[in-house]
């Protein structure tokens, strides 16, 4: 096998990552591949205002066979916005898993972080995933720490008809955003995130434009809950599928033989059906799932009124993501009908030891669309 040459992936190398992408689906019970179609780095713009990837080539032949990777944003951490990473899409092809491409990657990204742009990242790996929780987690010299920080639970709620209007409190009420409610919007989550840990500091040029952080995602998607003219909750509904997709590769027992069954029963129950093999599963993602105080009354009725609002839009389920601890997730929990779990690590090296140390108990946030 030819010596491997690692670097940041260049505009030119979109394809090539689409098919790394492509070739390296996620094990499970359904098996499924997260595709960035039409373009990778078009794709890229939700991980935030900077970001990197990270690829390997084979020395000989120059092809890609693996990436991952880096970005950074601001986040808070204790209440004050600081710049944090996060990592993602680790994909390596099957034939080049076996050797140091992990370290050696490692070992480049260490180099990256040099330019200063933070001491800390976050990542996620999903459940069950054995062999990068044994790697990742093992202390190998040359990798960082990782330091687990609780499950995040992604719940998976159907969209059928629901007829009981949401139950709100005398002045409370819920309506669709609009371009002219960016500033109270963002002023709500400057007065809000900070009680989460690392949520992300969002501004007015995160939205509602082509090269946003939430590119594709409408004024109308978003619904705010209103108390006296003030904003006091949020829950946005976003289509990722014209750039971002799951899809099925296969299906393992007990899937193999009962999907045809399961497929006959929801429909009688008017229940999402199973993708075929090669259909990507059609989901829209939460965005913000917040609110003040973390009334359940008021969330639940935000959730109520997304689920009927996306009615008709073809697609089946709502994927709500959020921390265990988060006050909110019984709520997700009564409505979901499957959840999927992932483990949360913060990354560090020795500069970033510090301030790990300083980081209190606030209950973490991520934002699923953006992971």
């Known amino acids: 096998m030819s010596p491997l040459r690692f670097e940041l992936a260049r505009p030119q190398d979109d394809a090539e990552l689409r098919r790394v992408l492509a070739a390296t689906p996620m094990a499970g019970t359904v098996a499924v591949s997260f595709r960035r179609e039409p373009s990778f780095f078009g794709a890229a713009v939700v991980e ?20 991952a990777g880096r970005s950074v944003r601001q986040r808070f951490i204790n209440g004050a916005a600081v710049p944090v990473g996060y990592l993602g899409s680790l994909r390596v092809l099957s034939e080049y898993r076996r050797g140091l491409v992990l370290s ?24 069950g995933n054995d062999a990068a929780l044994s790697v990742l987690t093992s202390g190998r010299a040359g990798l960082p720490r990782y330091e687990y ?13 629901r007829s009981a209007p949401p139950n709100l409190s005398p002045g409370a009420a819920i309506r669709g955003a609009t371009s002219d409610d960016l500033p109270k919007l963002c002023e709500f989550l400057d007065r809000i995130g900070p009680s989460r840990q690392f949520f992300p500091r969002y501004r007015q040029k995160d939205w509602f434009h082509d090269a946003a952080t939430f590119r594709g995602l409408r004024a109308e998607d978003m619904l705010l809950a209103c108390r006296g003219g003030e904003i006091v909750g949020s829950l946005g509904c976003w289509d990722q599928s014209s750039f971002r997709q799951i899809v099925v590769e296969a299906y393992g027992a007990p899937w193999v033989w009962s999907a045809p069954i399961y497929n006959g029963w929801a429909a009688l129950r008017s229940l999402p059906k199973l993708p075929k093999l090669g ?10 799932p917040i609110v003040a105080e973390n009334d359940r009354q008021i969330f639940t009725a935000l959730l109520e009124s997304a689920l009927a609002r996306s009615q008709g839009r073809g697609r089946s389920h709502l994927l709500v993501g959020m921390h265990e601890r988060d ?6 929990k009564h409505f979901q009908t499957h959840a999927y779990a992932t483990r949360c690590y913060l990354v560090y090296w020795d500069d970033g030891v510090t301030l790990r140390r300083q980081i209190d108990g606030r209950v973490p946030y991520l934002e699923l669309g953006c992971l």
């Open 48 to 67: 935030g205002e900077f970001h990197q990837t990270i690829v390997a080539r084979d020395g000989a032949s120059g092809r890609i066979v693996a990436h």
């Open 104 to 127: 050696r990657g490692y070992r480049f990204l260490r180099q990256l972080q040099e330019d200063g742009r933070t001491q800390i990242y976050l990542t996620t790996i999903a459940e």
């Open 149 to 161: 920080c609780g499950t995040y639970h992604t719940g998976a709620i159907p969209l059928r008809r």
């Open 279 to 288: 259909e990507a599963f059609p989901f829209l993602t939460a965005v913000l």
């Open 327 to 332: 006050p909110l997730i019984g709520v997700v």
